[in-house]
């Protein structure tokens, strides 16, 4: 099993823990981590756009001229797509973008993720948070001791404080998450992944193999 240093508050260490291998220390799939990362942004699209075809829009319920003698081309209706103010030929429509991958591949796809975040040493672990105040200089504070401040943190908590949350609201860098909420792409895009002890069991009790 590999080791990990367990750091308190002000980025010191005070011991180490054991990581799973068959969760932190996997070789990465990156054709399944790359799916699971298209299933997570076209989730996010909302598939509400739409135009109108030439059935749709208004007016043109009779020809513009006659069909001969005019000198110009024959027209059937202002609302051809031709004309200005006419339908839009192959334009988009409402659709469901979602994608669909298998409880194994989005297993598979998360301990890939963080395998990589060991790999490229960019997993913390402390032994505990537990902020004194709500202030947001309190998670400013910690991000310095850990020399991670102008970095994208995932945060995961055993458990979700008022003092904690209230902390990291105003900081755009920080998304603090508890472990039953850790996703591929959270982990993927963020710069360091800080989790605490118990966190950090909860989460390899989620994803050990059955």
Known sequence: MSKVDIINLTGEKVKDTNLN????????NDAVLHN?????????????HST????????????PWRQKGTGNARQ??????????????????????????????KR????????????????????????KTNKTKEMLGLLDNLKITN?????????????????????ANVKVVLPSEVNTFDVISADNLVITEAALSSLEEVLKDE
């Open 52 to 63: 109108k075809t030439r059935s749709e829009v208004s007016g043109g319920g009779r020809k």
């Open 108 to 131: 598979l796809a998360l301990k890939s993720a963080l395998s990589y975040k060991v790999i490229d040493k960019e997993l913390i672990v402390i032994e505990n948070i537990d902020f």
């Open 21 to 28: 291998d068959n969760i932190w220390k996997i070789e990465p």
């Open 151 to 171: 970095n994208k943190v995932l945060l995961v908590i055993n458990e979700l404080s008022d003092n904690i949350c209230l902390a990291s609201r105003n900081l």
């Open 76 to 105: 059937g209706s202002i609302r051809a797509t031709q004309w200005r103010g006419g339908g839009i030929v192959f334009g988009p429509k409402p659709r469901d973008y979602s994608k669909k991958m298998n409880k194994k591949e």
């Open 36 to 48: 699971a990362i298209v299933m997570a942004q076209a989730g996010k699209r909302q598939g509400t």
